[in-house]
């Protein structure tokens, strides 16, 4: 292969078109992590002992025929963005692709694709084909998913039965793998705990989260009486060494907008915390979210 070396100018061109198609075509991670859920590769290749050969996954999948070589592409934008592992043995001529921590949690025995699921579905996924328009409106209607769907997302949900279904299972799921780390991690955390918000003032902005934090001061008792409020939710920025983690946040705070819903930064959280009336808080990073003990 015959190599050049392009002048600075050139290179840094060649960059800025680099980065720009790297952004265009993020979309495809997604989609090609969506077609795995769907087609339940995970699933065969844990069936098959924790890795399998192509061969060996299609006969565990619903694929047509034709389309072997192109499961083939698929399975290679999976392991280069690290959902699975691949190597090639000494002396075969067969891939062999095997579960990462990250594809692990797609078996269906753990039970967490439900919620990415729910995720990357066309009823979340579509309204952001609006999202230059929705800028250029008033706030606060309509919310994003309002105005590509008609209704709100919990109406929407009480008329069609697929969409409810899909977001109660992506929920249990989620709550359920969470929770699990939260109590064997941070049990003590939950001693004579008097109010837990689980995932749910992101959904709403500072004056109501300011009403509803207000309302749960009022249910507890003082703070050397034990009382204090946990909060189960994103601080932005809280891991700012971790390009993923920070990334990873504020993807999903862009996403939360879909219902005008926003995350929070640590200068945020404080700031409606103080308006009603707490006089302290602790924030304790787990994972890409964390768990905020407030304090009357």
């Not at 720009?20 to 769907?38: C, E, N, Q, R, V």
């Not at 507890?220 to 034990?226: M, V």
């Amino acid at each position: 292969m015959a190599l050049i070396t392009p002048s600075p100018k050139n290179q840094a061109t060649l960059d800025a078109q680099l980065e720009l198609w790297h952004h265009t075509f993020g979309y495809i991670k997604s989609m090609a992590l969506k077609s795995a859920l769907d087609l339940c590769i995970a699933d065969a290749i844990h069936d098959n002992g924790g890795t399998a050969t192509l061969p060996q996954i299609v006969t565990k999948i619903t694929l047509h025929e034709s389309k072997f070589s192109c499961l083939r592409r698929l399975m290679r934008v999976l392991t280069v963005t690290g959902v699975f592992s691949v190597e090639l043995p000494a002396g075969s001529s067969e891939q062999v692709y095997g579960l990462t921590s990250a594809s692990r949690l797609l078996v269906t025995s753990t039970n967490y694709s439900p919620f990415l699921s729910l995720m990357v579905d066309s009823f979340f996924v579509s309204p952001f084909f609006g999202l230059g328009k929705w800028f250029q409106r008033e706030l606060p209607d309509p919310a994003l998913f309002k105005m590509t769907h008609g209704k709100n997302v919990w109406d929407f949900a009480g008329h069609n039965k697929k969409f409810a279904k899909l977001c109660d299972d992506g929920m249990v799921a989620d709550s359920g793998f969470t929770m699990d780390i939260i109590v064997k991690e941070c049990g003590d955390v939950f001693h004579g705990i008097s109010s837990l918000n689980d995932w749910v003032l992101h959904d709403w902005g500072d004056d109501e989260c300011v009403k509803i934090l207000r309302n749960c001061r009022k249910a507890i008792p003082p703070r050397d009486a034990g009382g204090k409020v946990i909060i189960f939710d994103m601080v932005v920025g809280s891991r700012t060494s971790d390009l993923k983690h920070t990334e990873t946040q504020v993807f999903f705070d862009l996403f939360i907008m879909f219902i005008n819903g926003a995350e929070r930064d640590e200068q945020e959280w404080k700031k409606i915390i103080f308006e009603a009336g707490f006089s302290d808080y602790k924030i304790i990073p787990l994972g890409i979210r964390s768990i905020i003990e407030v304090y009357p």
